[in-house]
């Protein structure tokens, strides 16, 4: 205000008018300035939101192939199934690792040696033996013969092949030795090396080995616990929603219940974490690490969420609503139920979905709870010990193996995924859905 | 019956029940519906409520008793020399009857044991029995105990109301419910932790190092509970955050909301929405892999030693995700600001920038003040960057170069992983929550209130 200021006192030579247009040209560069700095904010903002999701999709999109290696392999009659009686629990049993290994020394004869032999056979990938197996048990009169059969590769080759791994540098500190990238662009020279798409990361629950670890085991457990989640805090939010916006009397104890919801809102949800490791495991004995212990961590976090969702919905109808059904003999339930409520909905259901892509994308809590647990097996219901996919995220972001590095981008993206539907259909329901009186 | 099955056979009683209580009241009324005190359809709810509310009261209470019980009964049918051992061992004990039970151990198995198992798995089932007619007795018995009561002058709709009413009261409790159960959970451990630990060695206690040792010549493992490192490097990584979040954050609100043509404020503010909806665990990512080596090498190249879990790294990650909140919370408070406020500004001849830095914001201060402290809270209790990003070793620094831990980063460091519940390890996590949770009680209330005031202050 200086230069206004001035103006005002101003001295009594200059006419104020000229006072003003000296400090014109002054002021309007601040202006610019000023202006320049809110567009730069803005501008830096967003640069900040391209460069998370170009970091990101550019670590991540090669997750989505996964290399395979062409083997002929003779299916050894000798070594599957010795007498001969396709007896599938002697097929389960079988040496298949023989197999891939016979048919990978018959490609490189010069192999002698048994570390060098040792180095040839981890070019394969440690569940290749199991898909083998899936494939004899599938179609047994494979046995005895010889097929091409694409074997995927393990994690170091992955990298090499994607250009994700050096080849330079001393061979001491690199994953990948000199004689396996020479056996490597020997099978990539054969036209025995082909990328295509990962299934395994769809398909599949968690590993130690990253060409076999996916997503699906992670996908299931944050379906279950988003489940838990929807099917608890959905009633009880509208429920409590209901109560404090149309019934709730106002005194002390409905205040202290709004005092309560608005804090539990700006609460970390990390102490909610602590909370159900303290009431729900430790208290109730609920099963560790399940969806059902998760779910009820989130529906506590979330119901703040839905409350102030939904009470801000069915303030938004207008009261003329409420006369009209009162004035025509409903009792104020009925007026709730059947006219108020219906109006509401959209606007409480936008709350609630919003409310449910943050329980999908919160870890803090679960960490607490014990799913962070390494867990293989694809969870079938609701007790079962489970990971969700941002605690997945979380254990992979941490493992050493750099092929980890690209399948923690990977499930980012298909997490980031879910959450830009859920947030679009939000966005959907409000735009088509909403009224304006 | 197992309960998923005897709860959807509930389930199909009530529903049996509505049509009951429906067809009675309407023969009743023998055919004049207009006699009867509510509608039919309300005598059908209640006496769906008494088939089905009674009887799943049963199967909770059941459930939550049913365990204990159980396994009171099986310890002290146990032998003798088994029972009679001391609490802690009886507890490893009853895992291992319940281990056998499920059939998740291979191997030896003490006969002794093996008996308990299948004990425990006998009464089980008789326990399962047993709910399932208890249940459906009183499921059914409810419904007739309706059934009996309609009448024509039976005020079906007021029950019915009265009890939606109890569940609606019941459902917005919880949120108090809630708020008591954190303080409760967190305030007795960390009574018990406090029992080890002088509390003001906790909170004035300069050393943080939890890792109790487990023989007496281990080395490093002294066991250490002072939470000041802590605290100052919780606060350093806020400040940091802050010093990202709440100019970039301002300033966008502020052309937002004053400079921004319509069509503009409509693409750029949803698109900085975005970055308020992306989960942390992405933001720690994202600062583990690119900021955090990227500030490390900054810093080699100027001739910095810098850490490479600095103290930077996470908080100019954790600024970017609070940039949003700021934004948005200011952007309300700004366009709370009348507009009269304005056209004096300009009447005086004051430019658009001075009318926004000398009337607009000083009259939204307190607005913005109280979003800060929001986004101060937010900042102090968000955990998965810092776990992710920041280091886990305690350091009194005030360098942001350096590596400090925080709060939560501790509080989960303590709680994953293989743990006994009892040790002062664990329940130090406790005691860093209840720090936390009072800490960012104590913002958000400030907040509220100074935001409250404001908010009244112009309607």
Redesign the interface.
């Known amino acids: 205000m200086n230069e206004i200021c001035e103006i005002s006192g101003g001295s009594s030579s200059d006419r104020t008018i000229d006072v003003v247009h000296a400090s014109l040209v002054k002021r309007r560069q601040a202006e610019k300035r000023f202006r320049l700095y809110g567009l730069l904010s803005i501008v830096v903002g967003l640069c900040f939101l391209v460069l998370l999701f170009g970091s990101i999709i550019a670590r991540g999109y090669t997750a989505f192939q996964q290399t395979s290696i062409a083997l002929d392999v003779y299916f050894d009659p000798q070594l599957i199934d010795p007498d001969g009686r396709r007896d599938p629990s002697a097929l389960m049993e079988a040496d298949y690792d023989r197999l891939l290994k016979n048919a990978l020394s018959s490609m490189f004869l010069d192999v002698k040696e048994r570390q060098a032999k040792r180095a040839l056979y981890s070019l394969l990938s440690a569940g290749a033996s199991y898909d083998l197996r899936d494939l004899v048990l599938a179609n047994p009169e494979l046995i005895g013969k010889t097929q091409k059969v694409w074997i995927s590769a393990d994690d170091d080759t992955d990298m090499l092949v994607k250009g994700q791994l050096g080849r330079t540098g001393a061979e001491g500190e690199r994953r990948i030795k000199d004689n396996q990238i020479a056996w490597i662009d020997k099978l990539e020279a054969d036209g025995r090396i082909k990328k295509s798409f990962n299934t395994a990361f769809f398909t599949s629950g968690d590993s130690r080995e990253p060409e076999l670890a996916g997503i699906w085991g992670a996908v299931m457990g944050s379906l279950f616990t988003l489940l838990v989640t929807l099917s608890l805090s959905l009633p009880i939010g509208m429920a409590a929603a209901i109560y404090l916006e149309e019934f709730a009397p106002r005194n002390r104890w409905t205040d202290l219940i709004e005092v309560n919801i608005n804090n539990l809102a700006a609460v970390p949800s990390i102490v909610f974490g602590l909370l159900g490791l303290a009431v729900f495991i430790n208290f109730f004995g609920l099963p560790r690490s399940s969806p059902l212990v998760g779910g009820l961590v989130l529906t506590l976090m979330t119901l703040p969420v839905i409350i102030i969702a939904g009470r801000s919905a069915l303030k938004a109808v207008p009261p003329s609503v409420r006369e009209a059904a009162l004035g025509v003999g409903a009792s104020p339930m009925q007026m709730v139920f059947h006219h108020v409520l219906p109006l509401a909905v959209p606007g409480m259901m936008t709350g609630a979905i919003i409310g449910m892509a943050r329980a999908l994308g919160e870890s803090a809590p679960l960490l607490m709870i014990g799913m962070v647990a390494f867990i293989v097996d694809v969870p079938q219901s609701i007790m079962e010990p489970s990971t969700v996919l941002p605690v997945q995220i979380y254990l992979w972001a941490d493992s050493p193996e750099r092929a980890f590095v690209e399948r923690t981008s990977a499930a980012i993206m298909v997490l980031l995924v879910f959450l830009i539907f859920m947030n679009g259909l939000a966005v959907y329901i409000r735009k088509r859905f909403e009224r304006r009186w | 019956m197992q309960k998923s099955t005897l709860l959807f056979l509930l389930v199909l009683l009530s529903a049996a029940a509505y049509h009951i209580g429906r067809r009675r009241s309407l023969q009743v009324a023998g055919g004049t519906v207009r006699s009867l005190h509510s509608l039919p359809s309300y005598y059908g709810y209640y006496a769906a409520l008494w088939c089905g509310i009674p009887a799943l009261l049963v199967l909770f209470l059941w459930t ?1 008793f049913e ?1 204990s019980i159980v396994i009171q009964l099986v310890v002290s049918a146990l032998p003798e020399e088994l029972s009679s051992a001391p609490p802690d061992r009886i507890g490893l004990l009853v895992n291992d009857i319940r281990n056998v039970a499920s059939g998740a151990v291979a191997g030896e198995i003490e006969p002794a044991v093996e008996a308990a198992a299948n004990h425990y798995l006998r009464l089980k089932d008789t326990s399962n029995r047993l709910l399932s007619v208890l249940a459906t007795f009183v499921a059914i018995t409810g419904a007739a105990y309706a059934r009996q009561r309609i009448s024509k002058e039976h005020r079906a ?1 007021n029950h019915v ?1 009265k009890s ?2 109890v ?3 019941v ?6 419910f ?2 008591i ?2 303080v409760l ?2 305030l ?2 960390s009574i018990r932790f406090f029992k080890e630990v002088p509390i003001t060695e906790f909170l004035f206690g300069l050393d943080w190092s939890p890792q109790m040792a487990i023989r007496e010549d281990q080395v490093g493992s002294s066991g250490a509970f002072g939470a000041v490192p802590l605290f100052v490097g919780t606060l350093l990584i806020s400040l940091i955050a802050m010093m990202v979040a709440v ?3 301002l ?2 609100a ?3 909301s ?2 921004a043509s319509p069509r503009f404020r409509a693409t ?1 503010k949803p ?2 929405e ?2 308020a ?10 600062a ?3 900021v955090a080596p990227f500030v490390r090498d900054l810093g080699v190249r100027i001739g910095l030693d810098v850490s490479s879990e600095s103290a930077l790294a996470a908080g100019l990650v954790m600024g ?1 995700m609070i ?2 909140f700021v ?1 948005s919370l200011s952007d309300d408070f700004i366009n709370a600001v009348p507009q009269s406020l304005r056209d004096g500004a300009y009447a ?7 009318t ?3 009337v607009i914001i000083p009259a939204a201060l307190p607005g913005i003040v109280g979003g800060v402290l ?1 986004a101060v ?2 900042a ?5 960057i810092v ?2 990003a920041a280091g886990l070793t305690a350091n009194l620094t005030a360098n942001p170069l350096a590596a400090v831990t925080t709060v ?1 980063t501790q ?2 460091t303590l ?2 992983g293989d743990q006994e ?1 009892d040790s002062p390890k664990t329940l130090a ?2 005691a860093l ?1 209840l720090v ?2 009072l800490a ?2 104590a913002l ?2 400030i907040a ?1 209130h100074i935001v409250r005031k404001y908010r009244e202050q112009y309607e």
């Open positions: 939550a365990n709709r109301e939606i009413t569940f609606l009261i459902c917005s409790t919880l949120a108090v809630t708020t159960g954190i959970s967190v007795f451990e100019p970039v954050g300033l966008s502020i052309y937002l004053e400079y750029a698109l900085l975005i970055l909806g992306i989960p942390t665990v992405v933001y720690g990512f994202f583990a892999l690119v970017i940039i949003p934004s005086l001849g004051a430019t658009q920038s001075e926004i830095r000398q929001l809270s937010r102090i209790g968000e955990t998965m776990v992710m939560t509080i989960v709680l994953v519940f996590a406790f929550g936390l949770f960012t009680l958000n209330i509220l």
